[in-house]
T-cell receptor, first 116, second 110 residues
Framework: SAVISQKPSRDICQRGTSLTIQCQVDSQVTMMFWYRQQPGQSLTLIATANQGSEATYESGFVIDKFPISRPNLTFSTLTVSNMSPEDSSIYLC?????????????FGAGTRLSVL | EDQVTQSPEALRLQEGESSSLNCSYTVSGLRGLFWYRQDPGKGPEFLFTLYSAGEEKEKERLKATLTKKESFLHITAPKPEDSATYLCAVQAPGTYKYIFGTGTRLKVLA
């Protein structure tokens, strides 16, 4: 597996502001994914972060609200823009591929976001 | 529409009381099924992957099995440290994306 670091681990933000979450992996990976986990709920895929091109978003998620960057094979960021209390969630990144099985995703510890 | 359903939502067991968690799926051709464990405040931890009906995987007190419609996670003689949320995810053909189930919250009492 890989060592996946997410920053920040938690944050409390004001409505209308934006937060950028970082995901750093200790080895090159093929795929990086971003998920949202609302309180007491399971994981919902936001988008697949593609290296060198625009992310692929799932239904219900748009680039203006959740811009994603992936400048190289070990790093990605997710920005939560113009936040509202409904954006309070855990945001998780996962990775697969590289030296690992492409089918198995490994997760970071998550970023716990509270929006006031 | 591809869907994953887990049952029960929550389960309380006495230490040593074996049981099974269920993951039912409807997907147009299964690429793979994955079991994860999630502790409070942490990301999901990979446990098993199953690719074809009849396949079984074991790790300590856990055993995962797969049929054409569902998977079971059997827990034998559980201990309090097995308390966690267990998540099931499926992968459809032609994609590496996961669809997660709602999870089963397991509590093992000493």
């Amino acid at each position: 597996s890989a060592v996946i670091s997410q920053k920040p681990s938690r944050d409390i933000c004001q409505r209308g502001t934006s937060l950028t979450i970082q995901c750093q992996v200790d080895s090159q990976v093929t795929m990086m994914f971003w998920y949202r986990q609302q309180p007491g709920q399971s994981l919902t895929l936001i988008a697949t972060a593609n290296q060198g091109s625009e992310a692929t978003y799932e239904s219900g998620f748009v680039i203006d609200k959740f811009p994603i960057s992936r400048p190289n094979l070990t790093f990605s960021t997710l920005t939560v823009s113009n936040m509202s209390p409904e954006d309070s969630s855990i945001y998780l990144c996962s990775v697969s591929g590289g030296q690992m099985d492409k089918n198995i995703q490994y997760f970071g510890a998550g970023t716990r976001l509270s929006v006031l | 529409e591809d869907q994953v359903t887990q049952s029960p939502e929550a389960l309380r067991l006495q230490e040593g009381e074996s049981s099974s968690l269920n993951c039912s799926y409807t997907v147009s051709g299964l690429r793979g099924l994955f079991w994860y464990r999630q502790d409070p405040g942490k990301g999901p931890e990979f446990l098993f992957t199953l690719y074809s009906a009849g396949e079984e995987k074991e790790k300590e007190r856990l055993k995962a099995t797969l049929t054409k419609k569902e998977s079971f996670l059997h827990i034998t003689a559980p201990k309090p440290e097995d308390s966690a949320t267990y998540l099931c995810a499926v992968q459809a053909p032609g994609t590496y994306k996961y669809i997660f189930g709602t999870g089963t919250r397991l509590k093992v009492l000493a």
